[in-house]
C-alpha cells in the first residue's frame, strides 16, 4: 500500500478519481498506484507531484532513486526534436502556473497568439496578480530580419510576425507589469528562451528553418550556476540593451 500517495491525496483534500483526471489517467490506474501494484512513468510522476504539492521522491522514493540524474543534466525536465512536439498543454500550464515572471524572448513569439485562446486576457490577469510579463522581439525594420526573411523565403515573413505580436500587445492597453523591447543582437535571432518562473524552454534555430522545425529543451532551476541560470542570465543581457517599445496605441 503506498500510504504517502494516499496521504497527499486526502491532504490536497481530493480522491484518487480527481487525482486520475487531473493528471489525464484513468481511475484504475491511480488504485494500481495506491495498492503498490505500479508507478507511473517519470512525466507522470512530475505532474502528480506538482497537482499534489508534493515531492515526487516522498511518493516514489525508490522509482526516483532509479530513474535520479546526476550532474548538469539534472536540470532537463525533458526534451522535443520539434518544439512543435511540446504540447500545448505544456506551455498553457507554465503559463498559467507562472507567478512572478514570464519573459518570451522569441524573435516573433507569434505562435504564442495562434495556440492559446485568449492569451491577452490570461497576461493581463498575470500582471495583475504581480506577474512581471516582458517580449523581447527583433526590430521588424532591422537587416537582420530582412535577411531572415531571405534564408526562411515564407509568405508570413519574419517581420509580420513580429507586427502581429506588437499589435496583439497594443490591443491590451497600457498594462503595468507588460514591458517589450527590440533586440539586434544576433545572439538573439539564434536561439529562443522563454521563461516561466523557475522553469524555461529552450530553442536553438537550425538552418533556415522556422522556429517550430528546431528542438526544444525543457528545464528546471535547481542549483546555481546551472543549465537554467546560464540562459536566464543571457536573456537579462540581451534585454538590458534592447529598446524600449511603446505598447500605447498602434504600430510600432
Known sequence: MNTALREAIADAGMTP?????????????????????????????????EVLKVSAESLWPQAVKSTLKLGADREIVTTYPFRNLCPTSVWAGLLDGARKRIVMAGYTSYFL????????????????????????????????????E??????????????????????????????????DSPAHLSQSVFIFDDHLLYTPH????????????????????????????????????????????GGS
Not at 478519481?17 to 517519470?42: C, F, I, M, N, Q
Not at 528545464?219 to 540562459?231: A, S
Open 150 to 183: 531571405e534564408l526562411e523565403g515564407v509568405p508570413l515573413t519574419v517581420s509580420t510576425r513580429i507586427r502581429i505580436t506588437l499589435d496583439q500587445l497594443q490591443k491590451m492597453g497600457p498594462t503595468p507589469g507588460v514591458e517589450a523591447r527590440f533586440s
Open 17 to 49: 478519481l480527481a487525482l486520475a483526471r487531473k493528471v489525464g489517467v484513468d481511475g484504475k490506474t491511480v488504485d494500481r498506484w495506491l495498492s503498490g501494484e505500479r508507478a507511473p512513468h517519470d512525466k507522470t510522476r512530475t505532474k502528480v507531484a
Open 206 to 249: 537550425i538552418g533556415d528553418g522556422l522556429g517550430h522545425e528546431s528542438p526544444l529543451f525543457h528545464l528546471r532551476r535547481l542549483e546555481e550556476d546551472g543549465l537554467y541560470d546560464r540562459f536566464s542570465t543571457h536573456v537579462g543581457v540581451l534585454w538590458g540593451r534592447g529598446r524600449e517599445v511603446s505598447l500605447v496605441g
Open 113 to 148: 497568439w495562434q495556440d492559446h485562446p485568449r492569451i491577452a486576457e490570461r497576461l493581463k490577469a498575470k500582471a495583475a496578480a504581480g506577474c512581471e510579463i516582458r517580449f523581447l522581439l527583433g526590430d521588424p525594420d532591422s537587416q537582420m530580419t530582412r535577411d531572415r
